[in-house]
């Protein structure tokens, strides 16, 4: 923060200050051995040799090696890019840290925001890796729109991206309605979600990508060949396949029941379009009213993990 200074008070503060120079000036200019003078005077020879002996005998602290894990770390955010404000800043590793080297890797990340945020990293288990090959950062709560972080991963790898405007989707499957409220902007829409026995995860998921176009294979999650085809405007929100997306199902559905295999289906009246063009990774999806909750470690499920258990994750306690 600059703090401003008027011209009165500037020109009494210089004045003050040329008065103090000229008198610190004065009381350095004394005279070699004038009284309350002091003299440099040069050290004994021996006396010298003996302290750059000593010197020489001290032992040189080297630096902790950088934690192996570091080299092929990888970071879910690029560099410039701008997330939605519940993007945490997510590191996989291409083999498991022991839990005994985990403070070390710790110790070698920082994450710095403009404006500054409390927030901790947790080491979670992903749902597609081993224990020890995902730690997690994110703050107490969601960024504030307009925040800048810099994260770096060791001395390798230093990335900064910005946090854009808010956008938070809450879907009631009871209701079958999705409220977005984008800037403090609010609008309903009717959806369909998943049918009894085949329920969307509830709790709070965080867009991980989008595609217009997606081919979807119910066999990749279990429900055998329930469904083959391709789905318009998809936006990711869980790597065990929970998508946001068009579906002509819901044309009927939307508002009235649901009735898909788990995803949230949109009407093709335009609306999923609009849902897809405005949406960005980070963005928050909270699902109310549904039965099991997203883990963790199934796409950016961290948000459903409470303050204390969370940073009861990290190494550094």
Request: proline fraction near 6%; charged fraction near 20%.
């Amino acid at each position: 923060m600059t703090t401003g200074m008027t011209a009165g008070h500037g020109t009494r503060a210089w004045g003050a200050a040329a008065v103090l120079c000229s008198l610190v000036l004065a009381g350095c200019s004394a005279p070699q051995g004038a009284d309350g003078g002091r003299s440099a005077r040069p050290e004994p020879a021996s006396t010298a040799a003996d302290r750059a002996a000593a010197a020489r005998q001290q032992p040189t602290k080297k630096p902790a090696p950088e934690p192996a894990a570091l080299k092929d770390v990888r970071m879910n955010v690029s560099d410039g890019q701008t997330v939605g404000v519940g993007m945490p800043i997510s590191l996989t590793f291409a083999r498991p840290v022991p839990a005994g080297e985990r403070a070390a890797v710790e110790r070698r990340l920082k994450v710095t925001a403009d404006p500054g945020v409390t927030g901790s990293w947790s080491w979670v288990k992903d749902r597609n890796l081993h224990d020890g090959q995902r730690v997690d950062y994110r703050p107490r709560a969601p960024w504030k729109s307009g925040t800048r972080v810099t994260v770096r991963a060791g001395s390798g790898d230093a990335r900064t991206f910005a946090v854009g405007r808010s956008l938070v989707a809450t879907v009631d499957v009871r209701s079958h309605t999705m409220t977005v409220v984008k800037d403090g902007s609010t609008r309903r829409v009717k959806v369909t979600a998943g049918a009894p026995g085949m329920d969307t995860w509830n709790g709070t998921m965080v867009v991980l990508d989008k595609q217009s176009r997606v081919l979807m294979d119910s066999r990749t999650v279990g429900y055998g060949r329930a469904y083959k085809d391709y789905y318009n405007y998809a936006v990711h929100l869980t790597t065990s396949g929970t998508y946001l997306h068009e579906n002509p199902n819901a044309n009927a559905a939307a508002g009235e029941s649901n009735v898909t295999h788990g995803c949230i289906g949109l009407p093709t009246d335009g609306t999923a379009r609009r849902f897809y063009d405005e949406v960005i990774p980070g963005d928050i999806v909270r699902v109310v009213g549904s039965k099991e909750t997203v883990a963790p470690g199934n796409g950016y499920g961290g948000w459903n993990v409470d303050w204390t258990r969370w940073r009861a994750g990290s190494a550094l306690r």
